[in-house]
């Protein structure tokens, strides 16, 4: 099974909810643009899901994919229930540098 790439969209650039299957086109953000055709190097007809952060993904196929553009066919759409749990981390204040790098990679590590 092939890889499906996600692109983040921003809540902005969500098209509304659709009434059915099909949500039109949407045109990926710059920055994730440049992303998707230089690092990724998608092609036209390559399946991705794009996500707004508040829980919305939008699953389609890439229709256009130019020098600077990408502009995604949604197919379908789902929203996705936030976590039943809830982390908060605390952190104490440190002096040394080197206490403070190690508490960045061990709480992204959580």
Known sequence: MPHVHRFFIGPGHAPAPADGVGAGLVELPPQEAHHALHVVRIRPDDAV??????????????AEADRRRVSVAVESERQIPPPALRLTLVQAGLHREKSVEELIRRGSEV
């Not at 899901?49 to 508040?54: H, Q, T």
């Open 49 to 62: 899901v794009l996500f707004d952060g508040c829980g919305r993904e939008l699953a389609g196929r890439v």
